[in-house]
Structure formats: structure tokens, C-alpha cells
């Protein structure tokens, strides 16, 4: 399985917020930090807010902290929210694509049962098992 960028640093994104959970981050901050746009980072953002992973705050001494402990915060969950409308392959999308063998093919269930164990295992692992640790952001 292969996620989109958007939810690659989104994933990293919340790792960084998680290495010092009492401090807000500004896009400015981590978009320079992951050498990313901020545009781009500015969407994700809004797509860890909206999902009520991250909490965000304008104007002087604003920026975005997490949500809640970084304990709590489950992966599956995570790349759940930020993979919501990319199919795993095209069948998988909305009005099922153009592929010919549809109604024969046996892939599907396969595939379907692929993603599933990707996602529990995703299930077990939280925030703080991946978040980075001060001597690690030093040393990076």
C-alpha cells in the first residue's frame, strides 16, 4: 500500500507537534522545517482540525497544537482521515472505473482484506510510540 504525500506529513507533522505537546506550531514554522508549501501544509492542517486531531489558534502566539495526548491519538485513525477519497485502486473509487473483469475478478476481496490488516495494524501503534524525541530532532 502506498499513501499520498498529503498524509505523509500529515504523519509527520503530528510527530513533530507530538515531541513537545504543549507548544504550538506555526504552518510558517513546520512548512520550513519539512521544506514543504505552506499551502500545502496549511490543507493538511486543516484536515488534522477538522478531524478534532489538532487544535488551531490565529494571531499572535497562535499556531497548532494536538488535540489531545499524543496516547490517544491512534495511526489507523490517523491515516484513515487523511486517505479519505483515495482508493486503494480504481475499482475501489466511486463508480467502480472502467476495468472490464468487475463482475469475474477475485482481487477485490484480496485487496479489501489487505487494506484492512494495514489499517489494524496502524490501529495498534498511537502517536507516542513514533513521536520524536528531543536527542532525535537535535541530531536530525
Same mark, same amino acid.
Given at each position: 500500500?502506498? +499513501?499520498?504525500? %498529503?498524509?505523509?506529513?500529515? +504523519?509527520?507533522?503530528?510527530?513533530?507537534?507530538?515531541?513537545?505537546?504543549?507548544?504550538? %506550531?506555526? #504552518?510558517?514554522?513546520?512548512?520550513?522545517?519539512?521544506?514543504?508549501?505552506?499551502?500545502?501544509?496549511?490543507?493538511?492542517?486543516?484536515? $488534522?482540525?477538522?478531524?478534532?486531531?489538532?487544535?488551531?489558534?490565529?494571531?499572535?502566539?497562535? *499556531?497548532?497544537?494536538?488535540?489531545?495526548?499524543?496516547?490517544?491519538?491512534?495511526? *489507523?485513525?490517523?491515516?484513515?482521515? $487523511?486517505? !479519505?477519497?483515495?482508493? +486503494? =485502486?480504481?475499482?475501489?473509487?466511486?463508480?467502480? *472505473?472502467?476495468?472490464?473483469? #468487475?463482475?469475474?475478478?477475485?482481487?477485490?476481496?484480496? +485487496?479489501?482484506?489487505? !487494506?484492512?490488516?494495514?489499517?489494524?495494524?496502524?490501529?495498534?501503534?498511537?502517536?507516542?510510540?513514533?513521536?520524536?524525541?528531543? =536527542? !532525535?530532532?537535535?541530531?536530525?
Amino acid at each position: 500500500m502506498r +499513501l499520498t504525500s %498529503f498524509t505523509d506529513y500529515g +504523519l509527520r507533522m503530528l510527530m513533530r507537534m507530538a515531541s513537545a505537546p504543549e507548544r504550538a %506550531f506555526t #504552518t510558517a514554522e513546520l512548512a520550513e522545517e519539512f521544506d514543504l508549501s505552506r499551502n500545502h501544509l496549511s490543507k493538511i492542517m486543516q484536515r $488534522l482540525a477538522q478531524g478534532g486531531l489538532v487544535a488551531t489558534r490565529r494571531g499572535g502566539g497562535g *499556531g497548532a497544537m494536538l488535540a489531545c495526548a499524543p496516547r490517544d491519538i491512534r495511526l *489507523g485513525a490517523v491515516v484513515r482521515l $487523511l486517505e !479519505e477519497g483515495q482508493a +486503494l =485502486v480504481e475499482c475501489f473509487g466511486p463508480g467502480g *472505473g472502467d476495468c472490464t473483469i #468487475t463482475g469475474c475478478c477475485r482481487m477485490k476481496a484480496r +485487496l479489501r482484506s489487505a !487494506e484492512a490488516a494495514f489499517l489494524a495494524d496502524l490501529d495498534r501503534t498511537t502517536l507516542a510510540d513514533i513521536a520524536l524525541s528531543p =536527542v !532525535e530532532l537535535n541530531a536530525a
